[in-house]
């Protein structure tokens, strides 16, 4: 059934502040869920974030054969002693990271997984991971034969041995190895074969595995992984940290509107890549304050506008949208550049964030760059978020720093990843309207 089409009214020149909580991390809660359904042992997550993607992994690893059950704010997660297949396709929405790790996953499973997801999903690559899995011994092809979705994966026999993998198309490839490879019945060593692009994740993904007693070897560089096989996943009790991908939204809106803004629940130890945001800020003259579990900004210094800046989003790509909106209020030529793999992602994103220009930015699109000559004096225009959440909620950014009325169109897409988005903008004082 189609999500019904929303559109977001909301007015620029507005006055906002206030503190707020910030939501629960995407990134840690696929991580925690995909390793405790492969652990014999019962696995209570507090602080999960539920959305679109992070529902469409329930979906999966329940299909795998674990039990979930929610109370409160926890999810408890009985692993499978043995994966099944599941007895129908699997649908992974518009959630490459679903689609990635449980592709790895489903090779344990004995018999046939097909994996599918919307038209979005099905635009993103598979091949590398599905040649990798081929090494290890997986009959794994995509069904239009295409190296994308429908993927078909016949399971049951990962030996383990020795694969490679790029690492600067998708850092969730490797992810995905590395959460299935300890149970393959041999060891493995898994190459990277280029630069590996958004490195903190795959961190992330070995942090989340060493709370579940699983055993990885890797390279100062991370070019080179070593994964004893046969090895069990214990059970974990742990809280998902607040998400720096999310907050970097309503962090920034306090630089663009020069509003004091808090967000609580932040982990400044974390290895969330988009902590980079803070840097970023600071850079370009915003006001950041830092305590026990929170991050304030505190306007701009020196205002009205901010300082452009070179931003490299390698990293942190999902930093892009609302790097390329504030850069809109920055004086001079803000540059992210690290952008290549956005082409790939719910949308091209080099390409959509040109809807800014509707409302007067001045943007040059290189082939993994942006160019943005500031400041410009944005006004209130449609918008089309193209199924995007990160684009939507960037634009929703732009829209407060704008003069007139800005209409974003299809802003339901903000489910997939903060679906209380709006929510917070509306304690931190933002008026909107939303209609059919």
């Known amino acids: 059934m189609a999500k019904q089409r929303l559109k977001l009214k909301i007015k620029g020149s507005q006055t ?16 925690f869920m995909v390793a405790a359904s492969l652990s014999q042992d019962e696995s209570i997550i507090e ?38 297949t599941p007895r ?20 344990l499973a004995k018999g046939r997984t097909v994996l599918t997801g919307d038209a979005s999903l099905q635009r993103r690559p598979m091949e590398p991971l599905l040649k990798a899995l081929g090494e290890l011994g997986i009959r ?36 995905g190895l590395l959460l299935a490879l300890p149970k393959a019945s041999e060891a493995s060593v898994l190459n990277v074969t280029t630069e590996l692009e958004s ?35 214990s059970g974990i009790h742990e809280r998902v940290p607040g998400d720096f991908s999310s907050s970097a939204f309503l962090l920034s809106a306090a630089a663009i509107t ?73 004086k001079g030529r803000t540059i992210i550049e690290g952008m290549g793999r956005l082409r790939f992602k719910e949308s091209d994103r080099i390409r959509t964030i040109q809807e800014l220009a509707k409302m007067g930015a001045h943007i040059e699109e290189l082939e993994d760059r942006l160019i943005i000559h500031g400041p410009a ?9 193209y199924g995007d959440h990160r684009i939507a909620m960037a634009c929703a950014m732009a829209a407060l720093g704008a003069k007139g009325l800005t209409v974003i169109d299809g802003i339901e897409c903000i489910r997939k990843s903060y679906p209380s988005f709006l929510q917070d903008l509306r304690s931190l004082g933002v008026e909107f309207l939303v209609e059919q």
């Open 377 to 385: 004096e944005l006004k209130g225009a449609i918008i089309d978020s």
């Open 199 to 233: 490195e903190s994740y795959v961190k992330m993904t070995m942090k989340v595995l060493g709370r579940h007693g699983v055993r990885i070897k890797a390279s100062r560089n991370l070019r080179r992984f070593s994964i004893p096989g046969n090895q069990c996943y």
């Open 258 to 330: 020069g509003s004091r803004i808090e967000v609580r629940g932040l982990d400044l130890g974390s290895l969330q890549a988009d902590m980079a945001i803070l840097e970023f800020l600071k850079e370009m003259g915003a006001l950041i304050e830092k305590g026990d579990g929170f991050v304030r900004v505190n306007g701009i210094e020196g205002g009205p506008f901010l300082r452009s800046i070179r931003a490299d989003v390698r990293n942190c790509p999902d930093l892009a949208p609302v790097m390329a909106v504030l850069g809109c209020f920055a």
């Open 88 to 107: 129908g396709i699997v649908d992974c929405g518009a959630s490459g990271t679903t689609l990635r790790f449980m592709t790895a996953v489903f090779s």
């Open 140 to 175: 794994c092809r995509s069904l239009r034969g295409d190296g994308y979705a429908p993927i078909e994966v016949l399971g049951g026999t990962l030996r383990g041995g020795r694969a490679s993998i790029v690492g600067d198309v998708s850092s969730q490839f490797i992810s």
């Open 47 to 84: 602080n999960p974030l539920l959305c679109d993607d992070t529902i469409a992994t329930m979906r999966a690893i329940l299909s795998l054969g674990a039990s979930i059950k929610a109370d409160d704010d926890r999810l408890y997660i009985q692993g499978s002693w043995e994966p099944r």
């Open 16 to 31: 906002l502040g206030g503190s707020i909580s910030a939501p629960p991390s995407k990134a840690y809660t696929h991580r």
